[in-house]
């Protein structure tokens, strides 16, 4: 198995910054990714990692360390829409992803 | 992005019956795959389907329970059988595009009474 590791729930305040950790084991992989899910809808995608280091798109930055076995997602001036469950995924070659637990991030004012 | 449809988006089922749902992907998707989702929890894998031959199984689901059928690159479909409350879930599809990210369709609602 791979073992992905992500805090249940998380909240913070508009504007703020709020980073969801992610960690996990497995024996190798091909990219690291992070998806968000608002209730009832799908998973829709954010970000990913394939190398070491930071990935930055918009409000949104993911980061990889494979040696330690840790991504991150930071999501920065946050609004009440980002209110929702983020879902870090590890994919092998050739295979689907699977998803760690998520986590629900609560965004108030 | 890839394009993921689904059909139905939900269903209500008697215990002992079965459904079959479909899902049609865009030309860009290469794998396709069937994942579960449980109230309140996050995605499992069920299986990959694979063109003109059996489906991948993950472990915990089996080809009887979750027959899959994949008869072309853009469609599939699952048939949850002899569902009993227990299957009451959310089942997606989900494509594998050009770019290696994957897609979601907007899933089957199914509730079983």
């Known amino acids: 198995g791979q073992n992905i590791d992500q805090p249940t729930e998380m909240t913070a305040t508009e504007g703020a910054i709020v980073q969801i950790n992610c960690t996990y084991q497995t024996s190798g992989f091909n990219g690291l990714f992070w998806y968000q899910q608002h209730a009832g809808e799908a998973p829709t995608f954010l970000s990913y990692n394939v190398l070491d280091g930071l990935e930055e798109k918009g409000r949104f930055s993911s980061f990889l360390s494979r040696s330690k076995g840790y991504s991150y997602l930071l999501l920065k001036e946050l609004q009440m829409k980002d209110s929702a469950s983020y879902l870090c995924?590890?994919?092998?070659?050739?295979?689907?992803?699977?998803f760690g637990k998520g986590t629900t991030l609560s965004v108030s004012s | 992005s890839a394009v993921i449809s689904q059909k139905p988006s939900r269903d209500i089922c008697q215990r002992g019956t079965s459904l079959t749902i479909q899902c049609q992907v865009d030309s860009q998707v290469t794998m396709m795959f069937w994942y579960r989702q449980q109230p309140g929890q996050s995605l499992t894998l069920i299986a990959t389907?694979?063109?003109?031959?059996?489906?991948?199984?993950e472990s915990g689901f089996v080809i009887d329970k979750f027959p899959i059928s994949r008869p072309n690159l853009t469609f599939s479909t699952l048939t949850v059988s002899n569902m009993s409350p227990e299957d009451s879930s959310i089942y997606l599809c989900?494509?594998?595009?050009?770019?290696?990210?994957?897609?979601f369709g907007p899933g089957t609602r199914l509730t079983v009474l």
């Open positions: 995924a590890l994919r092998k070659a050739g295979t689907a992803l699977i």
């Open positions: 989900s494509g594998l595009g050009a770019t290696d990210t994957q897609y």
């Open positions: 389907a694979n063109q003109g031959s059996e489906a991948t199984y």
